[in-house]
């Protein structure tokens, strides 16, 4: 695999000569300084736009935003097009030609010489207007986003060529693509493992090094970490770091250092996201790993409501459901709308929630309950007989509200969900009688 890392070469060439006890030194190389710079600007040239010249640019601007991927298609012809999609463009796919060249700047530069307005955004010294923020907030620093628009070209092999920002000196890197892909769809694969990964539903994720050691993450949606150990201080031991998100997962800039608990810390730099489970898994011989807290924490949360999905429930919770819609409809000549587990702030007390409605008025009502967490995993029901003025007229006329809470009485419940990061759906499959499968989905 070809690899050129010319600025190492050049300095151990000097290091030699400035330390050799001859009075004259043979010629190092068989070309002048300028004819080996001249010969990095044409190998760079020549990678770029290999194999049909199309690259994904992992592009970083400060710690304090996240990481944007953008498309790069680099032309023989001197010319560039760029893709991109963040919210800096509208949230839209947009895609722009430019010109470009390496040219020669104490060694090897590459350089976007006209402007680029879905890129050079970035780089402009201008005050910078979060369009997520309120609209009376303000920057008037006139630096921008710090972004560059010059990159010096440091090494490269056939997959990856590491930059280096001119002016402000972040490392990025280019990937090399298929020629074949199109840079619209690959943008929106970036969105697709985004979904995956995060959601604001979700605030709280926990990351779990090769110890057993646990970290609170938060702030997963805006790019940039928020994090402190467990078991340690959210305030003198808070860290934070920004990332990019990938096809396959999620880059840090610089690394995330974490804080432990006690003494120490913890860096990690990259995970790959796992199908099987729907966690991120570090890239490392002893890797940590980030998924949401228990599905019990996030069930008995009292600022989560978890809806039925009644047409994914199976076995007795399926009849009881249908059965109530029929019950209602038959002795009330009311709709039955849904059940959902949620939180009464009101009553103070946590609620299996349902809603009838009739010629257009709505009727909300509450059964209240406690759920124990007997493990990670598994939660018991215990109704107490409370509820409000509204629940106690349906459960004295509707018999199968009354069957479904002896059910769920009747046993512990087992919550599964095929994302340990974004469970937003998830089932409570009965210890008793394991086709007794009631399916929720995050509200």
């Known amino acids: 695999m070809k690899k050129f890392l010319y600025i190492a ?15 004259e030194v043979d010629d190092l190389f068989d070309t002048s300084a300028a004819e080996r710079t001249q010969q990095a600007v044409d190998d760079y040239t020549a990678a770029l736009t290999a194999n049909g010249g199309k690259w994904v640019l992992e592009y970083f ?3 304090g ?9 680099f032309n023989e012809n001197g010319s560039v097009k760029i893709s991109g999609k963040n919210k800096w463009i509208g949230n839209k796919f947009k895609s722009e030609t430019s ?3 390496v040219i020669s700047d104490n060694g090897p530069v590459m350089t976007l010489n006209t402007y680029n307005s879905i890129f050079h955004i970035f780089a402009n010294p201008d005050n910078v207007l979060d369009p997520d923020a309120s609209s009376d907030e303000t920057d008037e620093t006139g630096y921008g986003h710090y972004g560059d628009y010059e990159f010096m070209l440091m ?4 997959d990856v060529i590491r930059l280096k920002g001119k002016k402000w000196g972040v490392t990025h890197y280019l990937r090399h693509l298929d020629p074949n892909t199109d840079d619209e769809a690959y943008l929106a694969e ?15 994720l926990i990351l779990t090094d090769a110890t057993g050691e646990r970290f609170v993450l938060t702030d997963a949606t805006t790019g940039v970490f928020t994090g402190y150990p467990e078991a340690g201080d959210k305030i003198t031991q808070l860290t934070n770091a920004n990332f990019i998100i990938t096809t396959t997962g999620i880059r840090f800039m610089n690394g995330f250092e974490l804080m432990r608990a006690t003494e120490g810390e913890l860096e990690v730099k990259e995970f790959t996201y796992n199908e099987a489970d729907g966690s991120l898994v570090e890239v490392s011989e002893t890797p940590a790993v980030i998924t949401a807290p228990e599905f019990t924490t996030l069930f008995t ?10 047409a994914a429930c199976t076995g007795q919770p399926a009849t009881l459901y249908a059965s109530m819609v029929s019950e209602v409809k038959s002795a009330l000549n009311e709709t039955f709308k849904y059940f959902q587990f949620t939180y009464d702030k009101t009553a103070d007390k946590a609620s299996l929630n349902f809603q009838t409605q009739s010629r257009g008025k709505s009727y909300k009502a509450n059964v209240y309950f406690t759920a124990e967490t007997t493990g990670d995993a598994t939660v018991k029901f215990a109704f107490d007989g409370t509820y409000d003025e509204t629940a106690e007229y349906y459960y004295k006329n509707i018999p199968s509200l009354k069957k479904l809470i002896d059910l769920l009485e009747s046993t512990e419940w087992t919550l ?13 499959v009965s210890n008793a009688v394991s086709d007794d499968v009631i399916a929720i989905n995050i509200q």
């Open 155 to 158: 090494e490269s092999n056939d």
């Open 301 to 310: 949360d009292n600022t989560l409501t978890w809806k039925f999905d009644n």
């Open 416 to 428: 599964h969900s095929a994302s340990r990061l974004v469970p937003s759906q998830m089932t409570l």
């Open 190 to 204: 970036v969105d697709a493992m985004k979904a995956k990964l995060f959601s604001s539903k979700f605030k709280t």
């Open 65 to 73: 935003e996240p990481g944007y991927v953008y498309v790069f298609t």
């Open 61 to 63: 601007t400060n710690s």
């Open 99 to 101: 010109a470009w060249e």
């Open 9 to 23: 070469t050049m300095l151990a060439a000097v290091a030699t000569a400035t330390t050799s006890c001859k009075s």
